[in-house]
């Protein structure tokens, strides 16, 4: 008789979640790929400004993360992005975009070079079917290791002293987009310098079993540079500042899109220069190689807003011939409390949107129960809102 | 790279050098590169025992368009013209059909054959109008005269009348079994009909749109069937001189190993020699799987692509015997004149369909169906004096058998297919001097198409028209600058039509002129 193994019903619970449950104040939790995954755990401000001043420590164990090797692992990683994958040595990670043939962008995420010819790669959304797709045709393994590999992202300034206190030796040598591996109590570390946050940090990827134990080790080197366990609050408040996107919020995956016209294409999410039409055939390369002659539909900006009050759903206007005229929409605001500015990142049709274009969101309030509205007046601006020196710095400093 | 050429055709099966012949009237300096030592592909004669021949795949012409002869000025002798149909009994008590004639049924058959082949010929005739047309693309970018195209379908299937048009919207989607049991009671006449819907797919009469490969079948020559003089290389000659005289070149034996992608288009082709020869224009008569997976690598076109002609459905069921003879065997109630005719083991409807069911579990039929001529009774150049061969197809023997195929697991289907056709001619076995069987496995080698299925790729609505060889690719341009199909997989399809060929230089001559 065949038995049927029971599967996992409900919510997953991280490898870390013991530890995150004893320090959970807050009790708000949301759903991430069949995890449960914290808003925040104390106060969402505070974790803010753990990122900003000190170290926040985020789960990041229900992101995506595929083992890929084979002989032709490099042949395939480089057709599936758009960007150079040969220019990314082992030891190296790289920031990357996956398109359909239609050159819309199916998702974007981190290849991990871990050594010659194998690679892991990591996206907020899960893709086997895509990548089982794309190796029709190749010598490949795909595994999913999701489950197996528990990580963690330590970003803030004294992260760097907490990652000496917690000793890994010559981890001031890691470069941004560097990868490095130490032991760990007998089993391997991966330590990545990459993040969500555009400030100095790391990423840190061992096996599941090992969870607590480094949540442990690490709090205690950092029980003196202020670590804290940060929510996807938080995190998402000091992304909007990095100017980074996220997939279901800035773009839908490709491969959800229903309407047409839903999708974008890198060329549309800013990310041209992610886009190598120099390397060898990659997916999208002929409809992006069209798109790049004929020019695109809509462009992401982003804004700095005028007032204080984010600009959450609100359209995007131009004044053109006096009027005022609807070209588009925001997809991410926040106030940034380290920049004192009211940011957002947002959608527009082109031409419109260039560096320095002064156009207008639309910003609806609600103060006592009654909304009100303002015509705010917001510029596009081509830098990150926070970028500090020190995310660059190699060794970076001891704060 | 050496020699230039304004194209390339890879492969010399009917439709490339059809596709080949057209591009170089047009002007065009076309090179065709044939992996074996004869053109034809599956269109082919060649000896299978000392003194004997036969048409290895193809065996008998019904569907080559009158316009791809008329295009080319297409001559070559038949040996047999108008060849009805007899489907056996073993009593002797067969039923016998040519055109729109039946003999040996009822008389409410007789007459009920007459209107189902008035109505049937009358849908291949709307059908045959746009196997000979490129499909429309439906896509948004679809041009005018894609609507045009579109509209005129439409228009045509209007203009059947209400009638009609509901019964062609009736039939076009369903199976041949359920048409065929409310219209007539024999049997025979029922198994038959059934067989030529089914021959050469993966499909039974109970099968869907086994109406539409009917319809198919009939279109061209309302079924009218011929066998050429020397067997099917008559054809594929006479499509080389065209192509010759034409100024394409012709190489054989000279098997293509990649056609060369640079910056994103066809570049020329590399030979397993080691020869390189350019072109901005390749044209591959190979079907898809093996156009795209081998020959252009998945590495180099897109993975929704990719998905797509690895999902195409291309697993042959049909299998060729070839049998030397020292003499006709006898078949009760058939006279010696009657030999030049098309026979058919088909008893009944129900038997076609229990036959086909083996093949859906991966098994050989255990009584199998078969579509017999022999050749040789009108043709003496295919067998030496005073003995005959015959040539046969055999259903089902699945591509993907079970067992897999091997040399015997081939032989036992061999001896089932003789001893099946042993009730039907008592003396067959005294008279083979030499027998051969090529089963989809052996088609997928001899003939170099994936999975042994002479359509390279099922003929099934979903594979069919804006769909074949798959969507976003239809008008036989590739999704790669340059890289043309041209033969089975594209539209329409299989059979020694021509009319991929001729579809494909039309689309590329349409296209350049475009550009």
């Known amino acids: ?143 999913d290791e999701t489950h197996d590999i528990a990580a963690l992202a330590v970003q803030g300034p004294t992260s760097y002293s907490v990652m000496k206190n917690l000793g890994l030796d010559g981890i001031g040598n890691l470069k941004p987009f560097g990868l490095t591996n130490f032991d760990f109590e007998g089993t391997d570390l991966m330590v990545s310098r990459t993040g969500f946050t555009g400030d100095l940090g790391y990423e840190l990827w061992l096996p599941a079993a090992k969870a607590e134990a480094l949540w442990d080790a690490l709090f205690e080197a950092g029980k003196l540079h202020g670590i804290m366990a940060i929510g996807t609050e938080a995190l998402e408040q000091s992304r909007i500042e990095a100017g980074f996107i996220a997939a279901y919020v800035d773009f839908l995956p490709a491969d959800v899109t229903v309407r047409s016209g839903r999708s974008r294409s890198p060329f549309e999410l800013g990310l041209e220069w992610l886009v190598d039409f120099k390397k060898s055939n990659f997916n999208g390369r002929r409809a992006l190689a069209k798109e790049k002659r004929q020019g695109s539909t809509w462009r992401l900006v982003k804004l700095d807003i005028e007032g204080n009050k984010p600009a959450h759903h609100s359209y995007i206007f131009a004044k053109s011939g006096g009027r005022r005229k609807n070209i588009g929409f925001t997809t991410s605001a926040t106030w940034s409390p380290v920049c004192k500015q009211n940011i957002a990142i947002g959608t527009v049709r082109t031409p419109h949107g260039n560096v320095g274009d002064k156009l207008f969101v639309e910003i609806y309030y609600q103060r006592e129960m009654h909304w009100s509205r303002v015509m705010a007046e917001a510029t596009v601006v081509d830098k990150p809102f926070w970028n500090p020196p020190r995310r660059r710095a190699t060794p970076p400093g001891p704060f | 790279m050496n020699d230039r050429y304004d194209a390339i055709v890879v492969g010399a099966g009917h439709n490339g050098l059809v596709c080949a012949s057209l591009l170089a009237k047009a002007g065009r300096k076309v090179l065709v590169l044939e992996a074996k030592d004869q053109v034809g592909g599956a269109a082919i004669t060649r000896t299978f025992a000392d003194g004997y021949s036969v048409s290895a795949c193809a065996h008998l012409l019904y569907q080559l368009q009158p316009q791809v002869r008329k295009d080319l000025g297409l001559k070559f002798d038949v040996s ?107 049997g025979l006449l029922k198994g038959a009909l059934s067989l030529d819907a089914v021959l050469g797919t993966h499909l039974g009469p109970r099968s869907p749109n086994t109406i539409l490969t009917y319809l198919y079948r009939l279109a061209g020559s309302h079924g009218a069937i011929s066998a050429p003089a020397g067997g099917m290389s ?104 009657e030999y ?106 001899e003939f170099l198409i994936t999975g042994g299925h002479w359509h390279h790729g099922e003929l099934s609505l979903d594979q069919f028209l804006f769909t074949r060889p798959v969507g976003g690719a239809a008008q036989y341009a590739m999704p790669l600058d340059g890289l043309y199909l041209c033969g089975a997989g594209a539209h329409p399809g299989g059979g020694v039509s021509g009319a991929a060929g001729r579809n494909a230089a039309r689309a590329i001559l349409k296209r350049e002129q475009a550009a």
Not at chain 1, 25 to 43: I, Q, T, V
Not at chain 2, 89 to 108: A, I, K, L, Q
Request: charged share 25%.
């Open chain 1, 1 to 143: 008789m065949t038995t049927i193994q029971e599967v996992p019903q409900g919510r997953l619970k991280s490898p870390f979640y013991p530890r995150q449950a004893e320090l959970d104040r807050l009790n708000r939790w949301h759903e991430w790929k069949g995890y449960s995954s914290a808003d925040g755990f104390y106060d969402t401000t505070l974790e803010y400004f753990a990122i900003r001043n000190s170290t926040g420590v985020f789960d990041l164990t229900p992101m995506t993360k595929y083992r890929i090797t084979g002989p032709d692992s490099l042949d395939f990683i480089d057709r599936l992005v758009t960007r150079d994958m040969r220019k990314i040595k082992p030891g190296r990670v790289a920031y990357a975009v996956w398109c359909n043939d239609e050159g819309q962008v199916i998702d974007d995420g981190t290849i991990f070079h871990l050594q010659q010819g194998e690679y892991r790669l990591c996206s907020q959304e899960r893709h086997m079917a895509w990548l089982t797709a794309a190796a029709i045709g190749m010598d490949v393994s795909i595994v």
């Open chain 2, 80 to 186: 047999s013209d108008q060849m009805g149909t007899i489907a056996l009994s073993p009593d002797g008590n067969h039923v016998r059909y040519n055109g729109n004639e039946v003999s040996g049924t009822s008389d409410e058959d007789a007459a009920s054959y007459k209107d189902f082949y008035r109505r049937m010929t009358r849908f291949a005739d709307l059908l045959q109008t746009y196997l000979n047309k490129i499909p429309p693309r439906l896509a948004k970018d679809a041009s005018l005269s894609d609507l045009l195209t579109l509209a005129q379908l439409g228009l045509d299937v209007r203009r059947l009348g209400k009638v009609e048009m509901q019964e062609f919207l009736r039939l076009i989607g369903i199976n041949i079994f359920d048409e065929l049991v409310e219209r007539f009671e024999s």
């Open chain 2, 340 to 445: 030049g005719e098309r026979f058919v083991v088909a008893p009944d409807e129900n038997y076609v369909e229990r036959a086909f069911n083996a093949a859906k579990y991966g098994e050989t039929s255990t009584k199998p169906v078969f579509e017999i001529t022999f050749p040789s009774f009108r043709d003496s150049s295919l067998a030496p004096t005073g003995k005959h061969v015959m040539s046969a197809i055999v259903q089902y023997a699945p591509y993907e058998l079970r067992e897999g195929w091997s040399d015997s697991t081939r032989q036992a289907f061999l001896d089932l297919a003789i001893d099946t056709l042993g009730e039907y001619m008592p003396d067959l076995k005294q008279r083979i001097s030499a027998a051969e069987m090529l089963t989809p496995a052996d088609i997928e080698k």
């Open chain 2, 234 to 337: 008559a054809v594929s000659e006479a499509l080389a001189h065209s192509a010759r005289d034409n100024g394409a070149t012709i190489r054989t034996a000279m098997p293509v190993k990649r056609i060369i992608i640079e910056n994103g288009r066809a570049a020329g082709v590399e030979t397993e020699n080691g020869e390189l020869f350019s072109s901005w224009l390749v044209v591959s008569n190979a079907d898809p799987k093996t156009t795209i997976m081998r020959l252009v690598s998945a590495r180099n076109v897109e993975t929704g692509f990719t998905r797509r002609v690895q999902n195409i459905r291309m697993r042959g069921n049909a299998a060729k015997v070839h049998l030397a003879m020292d003499g006709l065997p006898h078949i009760k109630g058939i006279e010696k004149r």
